[in-house]
């Protein structure tokens, strides 16, 4: 039986849907407007088309945009000084400083000057200190948009055995902490790791996460699994051009797998979405008021 296809594309439009609701009742009930504050260094094209895109479905669920784009040769001290004017905004509720950052820039001093509280990417030192303790904290927007598909087609996640492909500081280790606070058992592997199939296959839940174009083969998975790709790999065609691929061997692995996400259309449109939803649960506690229920873990 082929394996059920989680639909990225769909799920994110219906967090887009509730992100929305929720501004307009800020705005009606509270006269507050989430406001999200995008900073780009440099031209990298990749960068700019994802600005773009952030920018327009900032807009379209209600919320106040903000753009900052600077020259690839801006001086640090004049990144940190507008990441402090952001910080002391109030009405700019996110902060989002778009990397990779060009080489004369720190990024860790340049996250880490980023109000916790307003660090809407989950990658302040704070804010993987809570999650790592399982407090409230800003989620990295991709390792949440996982755990929101997962949530969704399974339900409890509690007692399931989850192996994550991957041991970046972006989505590995995060997507980790996340899946051990809904109670799975968690294994993080990488390639350094022995007998690496064998270690997924035993996985109800393989999150692969590791920027190798089609890495894992369907044998590795095991017969009903759920498979959540997180990579975006471009790769030749042989009649030329190229594709996007995932970071497993689609084809082979859904026809093992009980679900799993395509690429493109499966993880990379929840990334936006839930950084809107970051967006608006910063709003909210900045303000005193609870957070949104399903946005947020």
């Not at 990749?46 to 690839?72: C, F, I, P």
């Not at 689609?250 to 009980?258: E, L, P, Q, T």
Request: with cysteine.
């Amino acid at each position: 039986m082929a394996a059920t296809v989680i639909d990225g594309k769909a799920f994110a439009a219906r967090v887009r849907g509730q992100v929305a609701t929720h501004v307009a009742a800020l705005k009606a009930d509270h006269g507050i407007t989430p406001g999200l504050a995008v900073v780009l260094v440099g031209e990298d094209p990749a960068s700019q088309v994802y600005v773009k895109s952030k920018g327009k479905m900032t807009l379209e669920v209600g919320m106040k945009s903000v753009e900052h784009k600077l020259d690839a040769g801006t001086a640090e001290a004049d990144l940190l000084a507008l990441i402090h004017q952001l910080n002391t905004d109030p009405e700019i509720h996110g902060i989002l400083v778009q990397l990779p950052l060009p080489g004369h820039l720190d990024e860790d001093l340049v996250i880490n000057s980023i109000d916790p509280a307003k660090d809407v990417d989950g990658f302040h030192i704070s804010n993987v200190g809570l999650l790592g303790t399982g407090q409230d904290s800003m989620v990295p927007c991709t390792p949440l948009g996982c755990l929101m598909m997962l949530r969704d087609h399974h339900g409890s996640l509690s007692g399931m055995d989850a192996v994550v492909i991957g041991r970046s500081n972006i989505v590995g280790k995060p997507m980790a902490q996340l899946l051990l606070g809904d109670s799975c058992t968690v294994t993080i592997a990488h390639s350094r790791t022995k007998d690496l199939a064998d270690v997924v296959r035993r996985a109800d839940i393989v999150v692969a996460a590791v920027g190798r174009p089609q890495m894992v083969p369907g044998d590795w998975i095991k017969p009903g699994a759920t498979v959540i790709d997180v990579g975006i790999n471009r790769i030749d065609k042989p009649e030329g051009g190229t594709r996007l691929v995932g970071d497993v061997d689609y084809d082979s692995c859904a026809a093992v797998a009980g679900a799993i996400t395509p690429v493109p259309g499966g993880v990379g449109p929840m990334t936006i979405a839930c950084l809107l939803a970051n967006t608006v649960t910063a709003c909210c506690r900045a303000n005193g008021l609870p957070a949104p229920e399903g946005l947020t873990v």
